[in-house]
């Protein structure tokens, strides 16, 4: 590996890595509705910006935006609320952890949107050593060990609406000669119109004004959602997909760290164990490349396979 493809690599990781704190401390201050319209607005601005200084311009076709808003419910809109919610009284280290299952949820998608016609034994095993590692992550025998069972609940139910969403894409936008950062952009500026429409009724909180929340809703919308699509997109572009999806192993590792270190987040031994088995069951079901257009934390760009909240 190169020192310029290391060094794409490490700084995506650490990008995404570190969403999951973010999100921590952003919820201080701002509610999920409004964290999370401030994120995709601040990365749709980003991402649009950085794709028509570059010659490109977004699709016109109705059913591709009828697509795009189907997309950015699934993979933008219901995941990353639920996700900010669940980080309310959860840890952001299982919320990570959690994240790392959606292949799990992208390959029941396919199967049932006839994507896939069979399932081979190798990849069997690899959703049923994730379910078994997300129970354990759970614990609902010991809810306390991992958080409240809601917010538990709430991380579990978006990477389902992530899996469904790379699913989706896959069959509805991929192979549309779309370029992927224009494709980004307007996923994210649709999932941004979906969240106006929710927020009188739901992000009508009060705001406290806290520095470090600002800042962090702040760096979530121009760095975790904008810039770094820029950057997996590089990295995929450069690099391959196969490296590209190695950061999916390496920002689960970098936001257990910071939740560790800056959070002090306690993990027991069943958050370890379910996150070493959800890992592994990722390497099995990525064992068949796959290239798709799916959502990120700097929203949809060509597939890599890396997910994040």
Known sequence: MSRATGARLAALSLVWGSVFLWIKIAGYGFSPVQMVLIRLALGAVVILSLGYARGLRLPKEPAIWGHLTVAALLGNAVPWTL????????SSSVAAVVNGSAPIWTLAAALLLGQEERVSGVRAGGVLLGLGGTALIASPWNSASAGSGWSVLC??????SFGASFAYMGKFL????????????????????????????????????????????????????GFAALLNFELIIKDGPAVASTVTYLMTA????????????????????????????????????????HSTAGGPVVASKSETP
């Open 83 to 90: 996700y900010a919610e669940g980080e309310i009284a959860g």
């Open 155 to 160: 991380f579990v139910l978006g990477s389902v």
């Open 174 to 225: 991929v192979g549309r000669g779309i370029p992927p950062l224009m494709l980004a952009g307007g996923q994210l500026g649709a999932a941004t119109v979906l969240l106006l429409a929710a927020f009188p009724f739901l992000g009508l909180q009060a705001v406290t004004w806290r520095t470090d929340s600002v800042i962090s809703v702040l760096v979530l919308g121009v760095v975790c959602t």
């Open 254 to 293: 970098v936001a257990v760290a910071l939740g560790a270190v800056v959070l002090h987040e306690p993990l027991g031994w069943t958050v370890w164990l379910g996150a070493v088995a959800v890992l592994a069951a990722t390497g099995l079901l990525r064992r068949r490349p796959q290239h798709a257009v």
